[in-house]
């Protein structure tokens, strides 16, 4: 149960990565480029320590 959940949580997160990274960059400022990249590389801090957290659960949606 808890792996489906971790793993669940974790294409969660994957999924608004993707979403925000289809954002069309090309109307952003500067700033909202950088603070969008800066989400993004947030996210995947996230979903890594969801997974050195809880080993191979955080994998299986890779």
């Avoid at 949580?9 to 993707?18: F, Q, V, W």
């Amino acid at each position: 149960m808890d792996r489906v959940i971790i793993s669940a949580a974790i294409t969660h997160i994957r999924n608004a990565k993707e979403e925000i990274e289809k954002l069309p960059r090309d109307r952003m400022n500067r700033q909202t480029r950088s603070e969008i990249d800066h989400v993004c590389h947030a996210l995947d801090d996230s979903i890594s320590h969801c997974q050195d957290l809880f080993g191979s659960a955080g994998t299986q949606n890779k």
